[in-house]
């Protein structure tokens, strides 16, 4: 990833299910030495449990004894200096400005394992280079998307989505469909019809990859000028921009290997499968 954009660099990693009847939360504050411990000690005060975070540079795992969405407007209300990078069971992610090699070190990405994971390096071309602005975007609870491309119509759909109540944090265009896809999603679609929704109601150039708590999924617009390719064994499903970051995947060189078709929703559940 590193030679590919050197602006920024995130992970989304899917592991470690936070207790039933609980949530986890991933929180972002610039200062490396932020009091992580004493806001999980408030949320255990408010919520129950033992108090839970652990500390991954300046992001932090918050394990909270309430549903995410308690847990996300809790936060908000009582500490609105830290930001929220993701909210549900299992998603952790990870971002900051920065080359992908020192993201990676400075985060301990090594050391990260779960049942699946999307990763990504940016080139910025439509807004500021920000840890607010690098990806994966959540898009609600376990839910996240990465972007290779850019979007036309971005300013338009934003001002939609306010009008519908989603907020944004950036001026960037990849945030603009992590909302529109939150906002589907709330209006009762499945993630494959909001991303069938995409195809009407966002125009540009964009292939995308959506983490979900069981798996993921992709959709290249209607034109697919942007590289993808997909690659699946018995083992393990992976998509990437290039061939080269699946090769060193053990078993690639017996892998199926195609090329993703324009505008259709690929998509895969776990079930007991690494993805």
């Given at each position: 990833?590193?030679?590919?954009?050197?602006d920024?660099a995130?992970?989304?990693?899917?592991?470690?299910p936070?207790?039933?009847?609980?949530s986890?939360?991933?929180l972002h504050?610039?200062?490396v030495?932020?009091?992580?411990?004493?806001?999980?000690?408030?949320a255990?005060?408010?919520?129950?449990?033992?108090?839970?975070?652990?500390r991954r540079?300046?992001?932090?795992?918050?394990?909270?004894?309430?549903?995410a969405?308690?847990?996300?407007?809790w936060?908000?209300?009582?500490?609105?200096?830290?930001?929220?990078?993701s909210?549900?069971?299992v998603?952790?992610?990870?971002k900051?400005?920065g080359?992908?090699?020192?993201?990676?070190?400075?985060?301990?990405?090594a050391?990260?394992?779960g049942?699946?994971?999307?990763?990504?390096?940016?080139m910025?071309t439509?807004s500021?280079?920000t840890?607010?602005?690098?990806?994966?975007?959540?898009?609600?609870?376990?839910?996240?998307?990465?972007?290779?491309?850019?979007?036309?119509?971005h300013?338009?759909?934003?001002?939609?989505?306010?009008?519908?109540?989603i907020?944004?944090?950036?001026?960037?265009d990849?945030e603009?469909?992590?909302?529109?896809?939150m906002?589907?999603?709330r209006?009762?679609?499945?993630?494959?019809?909001?991303?069938?929704?995409?195809?009407?109601?966002?125009d540009?150039?964009y292939?995308?990859?959506?983490g979900t708590?069981?798996g993921?999924?992709?959709?290249?617009?209607?034109?697919?000028?942007?590289p993808a390719?997909?690659?699946?064994?018995?083992e393990?499903?992976?998509?990437?921009?290039?061939?080269?970051?699946i090769?060193?995947?053990?078993g690639?060189?017996?892998?199926?290997?195609?090329?993703?078709e324009?505008?259709?929703?690929?998509?895969?559940?776990?079930?007991?499968v690494?993805?």
């Open positions: 990833m590193n030679d590919r954009g050197p920024s995130g992970v989304a990693f899917y592991r470690e936070a207790p039933a009847g609980g986890k939360l991933t504050h610039p200062d030495g932020y009091d992580w411990a004493g806001l999980a000690a408030e255990a005060a408010e919520f129950g449990g033992e108090p839970s975070a652990h540079d300046n992001h932090a795992v918050v394990v909270v004894a309430a549903p969405d308690e847990a996300e407007a936060v908000g209300r009582t500490h609105p200096e830290v930001r929220l990078m909210a549900g069971s998603i952790e992610i990870y900051e400005v080359l992908p090699r020192v993201f990676a070190e400075r985060f301990g990405v050391e990260l394992d049942s699946h994971a999307l990763g990504h390096t940016r910025a439509e500021r280079v840890t607010d602005g690098s990806h994966p975007f959540s898009t609600g609870l376990d839910l996240c998307l990465v972007h290779n491309g850019s979007l036309s119509n300013n338009r759909v934003r001002k939609d989505l306010k009008r519908e109540g907020a944004f944090r950036t001026e960037n990849s603009v469909a992590a909302g529109y896809l906002w589907r999603m209006e009762g679609a499945t993630l494959d019809q909001a991303l069938e929704g995409c195809l009407e109601d966002l540009g150039f292939t995308f990859a959506v708590a069981d993921f999924a992709v959709l290249r617009d209607p034109i697919a000028c942007k390719v997909l690659a699946e064994t018995d393990w499903v992976a998509m990437a921009s290039e061939y080269r970051a090769a060193t995947l053990p690639a060189e017996g892998a199926r290997i195609w090329e993703p324009p505008a259709t929703v690929y998509s895969w559940e776990r079930e007991g690494a993805v």
